[in-house]
């Protein structure tokens, strides 16, 4: 009997699943049986396992958990992916065809292409699906047929052109064409970490519905606000593919609710799709500036700085409070990402590139294009980016985002009794007054490592030598 592989990558889930969803229509009318295989990718996960990876194999440990309780057990791989397969391919000789969710940027690309070659070797047939984005790299362009490269006219052609409805699976039919065989493969890295992040289709489609009724009617007003449960904190389902992108913006498309919330929601999907397609036209952008007029940034090397700026010691509450929620919780809000990176490149005046690499080990819903762009928005050097001169100032920024301090004192035991007066700005504490509040010399808060306003001449000064080399060379 025919058999086919469905190799999950970071699609873990049974409904919308484009790749899933073909390959059970091939089993029913080629009588073939399915062998779903999840493949242990030492690139992914060198030396110690982070709070992003953490997340990630938990996720997957979830998903073969439910499998395996409708009867349909998974093939586990470990090591180089194109002898993984082809250890595969030998030994079920009738494997015919292979179907997978395609990665269309950075390494997942490279290592398809590798996969693909060593199955057409075998005559095995490839059947691969943009599934991860509403609309993916090349399906948004020009009338020229170029990319964009601004967000907005990008958008505008976003929203008017058609898009995949979800695709909704017999679980019958899945079951009927799974193979069944006397497997239950585990791997020590699949497992457990941490139960504060929930995992999979179920809790992902509860997090969407508990959004869309209490939170959505109002995102566009107040979704830059930090505490409360401002935005619908679905990325980490999002990056494990427990939900799809296309589930998410027909669900909310269809909710009957007031446009503005809608809209400004759903442009936060077409960022999504836009960093994708940024990355495919720029296939360096985690190393290279999209913008090459700034290649040349002359930014410091500052170790102690840089460590500050990770363990949450900076002295400025609010970038200490997201730095020490990001090493807590693997996740933390667009503002705060915006502003710990702006501080940063533009306070501490340290490479992006250092920033990008943190994010990327932290983050349990990191992705490599939305971070990358990210990175470069913050940093000023990506297409579309902020301006170079418009820099957050730490201080103004807490009292906006922040301004009864429960966000800063939620993560900041030293600063839990402060009181508003300078929740923002504690070292306008004299001696009397951190006796008071419980940080005392020795064990309290620290004093601000750089100042905001020496710093921000500094970072401009930075740019505008870039700028001069650029006009110079
Ligand atoms: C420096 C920096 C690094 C970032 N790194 C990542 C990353 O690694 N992974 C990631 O998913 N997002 C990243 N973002 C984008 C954004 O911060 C997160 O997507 C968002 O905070 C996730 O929270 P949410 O699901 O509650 O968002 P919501 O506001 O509820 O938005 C819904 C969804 O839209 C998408 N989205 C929202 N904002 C953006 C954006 N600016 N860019 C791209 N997609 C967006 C996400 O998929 C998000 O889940 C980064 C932003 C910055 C400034």
């Given at each position: 009997m025919k058999q086919a592989i469905v190799w999950f990558r970071r699609d873990f889930r049974l409904q919308d699943n484009l790749a899933l969803f073909h390959a059970v229509e091939f089993a029913r009318k080629q009588d073939a049986k399915l062998i779903f295989v999840f493949q242990i990718d030492p690139y992914f996960n060198r030396g110690k396992i982070e709070l992003g990876n953490q997340y990630f194999f938990q996720a997957v440990h979830a998903f073969m958990k439910g499998c395996r309780s409708l009867g349909i057990s998974f093939i586990i791989k470990k090591g180089d992916p194109v002898s993984s397969f082809q250890e595969l391919f030998d030994d079920y000789p009738d494997i015919t065809a292979m179907f997978l969710n395609e990665?269309?940027?950075?390494?997942?690309?490279?290592?398809?292409?590798?996969?693909?070659?060593?199955?057409?070797?075998?005559?095995?047939?490839?059947?691969?699906?943009?599934?991860?984005?509403?609309?993916?790299?090349?399906?948004?362009?020009?009338?020229?047929?170029?990319?964009?490269?601004?967000?907005?006219?990008?958008?505008?052609?976003?929203?008017?052109?058609?898009?995949?409805?979800?695709?909704?699976?017999?679980?019958?039919?899945?079951?009927?064409?799974?193979?069944?065989?006397?497997?239950?493969?585990?791997?020590?890295?699949?497992?457990?970490?941490?139960?504060?992040?929930?995992?999979?289709?179920?809790?992902?489609?509860?997090?969407?519905?508990?959004?869309?009724?209490?939170?959505?009617?109002?995102?566009?007003?107040?979704?830059?606000?930090?505490?409360?449960?401002?935005?619908?904190?679905?990325?980490?389902?999002?990056?494990?593919?427990?939900?799809?992108?296309?589930?998410?913006?027909?669900?909310?498309?269809?909710?009957?609710?007031?446009?503005?919330?809608?809209?400004?929601?759903?442009?936060?999907?077409?960022?999504?799709?836009?960093?994708?397609?940024?990355?495919?036209?720029?296939?360096?952008?985690?190393?290279?500036?999209?913008?090459?007029?700034?290649?040349?940034v002359p930014w410091r090397e500052n170790r102690e700085y840089l460590k500050l700026w990770q363990e949450g010691r900076t002295g400025y509450p609010l970038i200490d409070a997201a730095m020490r929620q990001l090493n807590q919780e693997g996740w933390i809000h667009n503002r705060l990402r915006m502003i710990t990176a702006s501080f940063l490149t533009k306070n501490f005046l340290i490479d992006w590139r250092h920033g990008e690499h943190y994010f990327s080990k932290k983050l349990i819903d990191y992705d490599l294009a939305s971070n990358a762009g990210g990175w470069q928005w913050a940093a000023s050097v990506g297409t579309d980016a902020v301006p170079y001169y418009r820099i957050f100032n730490p201080v103004t920024q807490s009292k906006q985002l922040d301004p009864d301090g429960s966000y800063i004192k939620t993560y900041i035991p030293e600063l839990r009794n402060v009181p508003i007066t300078y929740i923002h700005e504690p070292w306008k504490m004299d001696e009397g007054d951190r006796e008071a509040y419980g940080c005392p010399s020795g064990r309290e808060y620290p004093k601000p490592a750089v100042n905001h306003h020496e710093q921000r001449k500094l970072a401009i000064e930075m740019f505008q030598t870039a700028e001069g080399e650029n006009k110079g060379g």
């Open positions: 990665d269309r940027i950075g390494y997942g690309l490279q290592r398809d292409e590798k996969v693909k070659e060593a199955a057409e070797k075998y005559g095995i047939s490839w059947y691969s699906y943009q599934d991860a984005h509403i609309l993916g790299p090349g399906e948004v362009l020009k009338g020229s047929g170029t990319y964009y490269e601004i967000f907005s006219p990008y958008y505008r052609r976003w929203e008017t052109l058609p898009k995949q409805p979800p695709v909704k699976l017999d679980l019958s039919l899945l079951k009927e064409s799974a193979a069944t065989y006397d497997l239950h493969q585990q791997d020590p890295i699949l497992k457990v970490y941490h139960s504060e992040w929930r995992t999979g289709e179920k809790a992902a489609w509860e997090q969407m519905k508990n959004f869309t009724d209490k939170i959505l009617y109002s995102y566009h007003d107040t979704r830059n606000k930090v505490h409360n449960e401002s935005t619908s904190k679905l990325s980490p389902f999002i990056k494990t593919g427990a939900i799809s992108a296309r589930t998410l913006y027909f669900y909310v498309r269809g909710t009957e609710l007031n446009q503005d919330g809608k809209n400004a929601f759903l442009k936060e999907l077409a960022w999504r799709d836009f960093f994708q397609s940024i990355f495919a036209r720029y296939p360096e952008s985690r190393i290279k500036p999209v913008n090459s007029k700034y290649n040349a």
